[in-house]
């Protein structure tokens, strides 16, 4: 869906689905811990709540991801609240870079 988005220019709609993708991926992650996740459709907050799940030897290594991808996350995070509240054009360099990002952050969380 997200490939299929950015081919046809819907940059937006790619941001969007990019940050629900990583918000339920995360969500699973947490809950495969047997912790009830917040309410919240924060994907920074729900790789910190990773990050204090982990052992301390996979910690450091979402504590990366949260700043490696500092500008990414907030990005998505902006994807998800101006698809519903306010309008904000994605570009199609940015779809991609999400695209990425997400791709490896996924790989690194799992």
């Avoid at 947490?30 to 917040?38: F, I, K, N, Q, S």
């Avoid at 920074?44 to 709540?49: D, F, Q, S, V």
């Avoid at 204090?52 to 994807?79: C, H, Q, T």
């Amino acid at each position: 869906m997200k490939r299929r988005s950015i081919s046809r220019a819907f940059y937006d709609l790619a941001a969007f689905s990019l940050e629900q993708a990583l918000q339920l991926f995360l969500k699973a992650k947490v809950l495969a811990e047997g912790v009830d996740y917040p309410r919240t459709h924060s994907v920074r907050a729900l790789l910190e709540i990773l990050s204090n799940l982990a052992p301390e030897n996979k910690k450091s290594r979402v504590e990366e991801i949260l700043e490696k991808y500092l500008l990414e996350l907030g990005m998505l995070e902006d994807a998800c609240i101006t698809s519903r509240y306010t309008m904000r054009e994605f570009t199609k360099q940015e779809a991609e870079r999400l695209a990425k990002a997400v791709k490896e952050i996924m790989k690194d969380v799992s």
